[in-house]
């Protein structure tokens, strides 16, 4: 299976990394909240460089948004990662739910953006979800093990719940997100 750093190849010169990154993290920027048909030149001006630098890195919109997603995935797995050194599986579980959640929220849509329709947005989709899914189950079945949440929760079960908490926000409601994840936390406390 194709992993995630096999999608993306980010630069090894420090300049070109440095404005790797920055294009990346003015890209997510720009995508939450100007949508991700946000202008690209908006992009470049953000990161501080020309739109040759950003072509050159990215030369089509959907290599943005695949570094922009690759980058949200391993930051949330790197979470999962920093949680697990803890002494509180249930209480790391439970962060990181929320931080799911939230990730969820914040990219509603990129999934439809990256058309996953297409052989790189489907391997991009199926690599995605291997890592949410490693990552979050590692933490899910260390909660189970110490007594925090019950032992027949799915890592699969629980990202669906979640990722229907996080899109809920849509409705209008703005606290219904957190009053599903309280439910989805006490459908699985032990």
Known sequence: ????RELVRPPRRADARRNYDALV???????ITQGYDAPL?????????GNATLYRHFPTRRDLLMAVCVGEV??????????????RPR???????????????????????????TPEGSTLAVASQAAVAEAGGALLAAA????GVRRDVRIDDLLALLGAAATVSES??????????????????G
């Open 41 to 49: 030149d908006e992009i470049a001006r953000r990161a501080g460089v």
């Open 1 to 4: 299976m194709t992993t995630l």
């Open 144 to 147: 189970a093990e110490a007594g």
């Open 91 to 117: 209480d790391a579980l439970l962060e990181w739910m929320r931080a799911y959640v939230d990730h969820v929220s914040a990219h509603r849509g990129l999934g439809a953006a990256l058309s996953t329709d």
């Open 172 to 189: 209008g409601d703005g606290e219904r997100p957190e009053r599903l994840l309280r439910l989805v936390v006490e459908g699985i406390s």
């Open 74 to 87: 391993e930051a949330l797995c790197g979470l999962a990662e920093r949680l697990r050194t803890g002494s």
């Open 25 to 31: 993290a003015a890209a997510e920027q720009v995508f």
